[in-house]
C-alpha cells in the first residue's frame, strides 16, 4: 500500500502541475499556433504525462483493494474465507458487463481519436484572441476642457 499511493499521489501531482504550467504558458500566449512549435518540452511532458492516469487508477485501485481487507492480502486469513458470497453466475456476469464497458470505451477512445488527428486542424480558421479589437471613441462630454483633475 505504501508505495501504490505514493505512486498514486505522486502522479497526481506531476498532472496538476503540469496542468499549471500549461495555463500559465497559455496565458502567457506561449500556446498559440504559431508559437506551439518552440514549446516542444511540454507537448513532450504531455505525451509522456498520456499513460499515468491509468498507472495512479491502477495504483489506487490496489491502494483501495489491500487497505480494504489487508488480512486477505497478507495471508492472516484463507482467501476462501475473505471469498464473496455471491453465486459464480453473479460473479462472472459483473465482470463481463464491467469488460464489455471498458472495451467499448476503449474502442471509441481509439476510433474517435484517429478520426480527430487524421483530420487535422482546420488551418482556415482564425486564431483565437488575435482579432484586433476596433474601439470608436468619441470625446467625453462630462470631463471639462482643459483643466487638470
Known amino acids: 500500500i505504501y508505495y501504490a499511493f505514493r505512486i498514486m499521489s505522486g502522479i497526481g501531482f506531476f498532472l496538476a502541475g503540469l496542468m499549471l504550467v500549461t495555463v500559465f504558458q497559455w496565458w502567457r500566449g506561449k500556446l498559440s499556433a504559431s508559437e506551439i512549435s518552440q514549446q516542444r518540452w511540454l507537448l513532450r511532458a504531455w505525451l509522456f504525462a498520456a499513460p499515468l492516469g491509468y498507472i495512479a487508477v491502477e495504483s489506487g485501485w490496489i491502494v483501495r483493494c489491500v487497505g480494504r481487507q489487508p488480512w486477505t492480502v497478507y495471508g492472516q486469513i484463507r482467501t476462501v474465507d475473505a471469498a464473496s458470497h455471491l453465486p459464480p453466475g453473479e460473479v462472472l456476469g459483473s465482470l463481463l458487463v464491467f469488460t464489455t464497458i471498458y472495451t467499448i470505451l ?3 477512445a481509439l476510433y474517435f481519436g484517429s478520426k480527430i488527428i487524421r483530420h487535422g486542424p482546420n488551418l482556415e480558421l482564425s486564431i483565437p484572441g ?7 471613441t468619441t470625446p467625453a462630454t ?8
Open 106 to 108: 476503449l474502442i471509441s
Open 142 to 149: 462630462h470631463i471639462p476642457d482643459s483643466r487638470p483633475l
Open 130 to 136: 488575435e482579432e484586433k479589437l476596433v474601439l470608436e
